[in-house]
């Protein structure tokens, strides 16, 4: 039996994989607060530790990571027992999956999620590869929801 929505559990796995992958080298190589500057005052890693969502909000609140685990069920559900999703969606959810899985593992491990990536031209807030799947996931899923009847038909073999 071939898995429906294959695109959906594959990106959804590579994008959690990246995200833990990154997360552990920084926990081996930083000390918290360290930064590295890649391009200095623009771009550093720097390793800080953030118990709330996007933006810190929510600081301290225990059920960011039972919202963590129902999303990711609930995607999990919709691309096993849903329909065949179109490329776009299949990305799109994948991504948040991957981003989801990451984050909530942390908040069950840690009690927090590990951030490191330091845009520092804007002024931007510390920030993971799981926000960034979850970020572009919400774009890709932007795109099907403006441009969806411009996009090739649904391929019904994934």
């Not at 294959?6 to 926990?27: M, N, P, R």
């Not at 999620?113 to 799981?130: E, K, S, T, Y």
């Amino acid at each position: 039996m071939k898995l429906k929505n294959h695109w959906f559990w594959s990106i959804g796995i590579a994008s959690l994989l990246l995200d833990q992958l990154t997360k552990y080298w920084v926990l081996q190589n930083f000390s918290l607060g360290e930064t590295w500057p890649l391009w200095s005052g623009v771009f550093h890693f720097t390793y800080v530790t953030n118990t709330g969502a996007a933006f810190s909000m929510f600081q301290g609140s225990i059920w960011l990571r039972w919202l963590s685990l129902v999303v990711s069920l609930g995607l999990m559900a919709m691309a096993y027992f849903g329909p065949r999703l179109h490329h776009w969606e299949q990305l799109a959810y994948g991504l948040i999956l991957g981003g989801a899985l990451g984050n909530g593992i942390d908040r069950f491990l840690f009690g927090y999620v590990v951030d490191f990536l330091d845009f520092r031209l804007i002024r931007f807030p510390v920030f993971n590869l799981a926000d960034v799947s979850i970020n572009i996931g919400i774009i890709c899923l932007l795109i099907v929801s403006f441009f969806g009847q411009y996009l090739p038909a649904k391929n019904h073999k994934s």
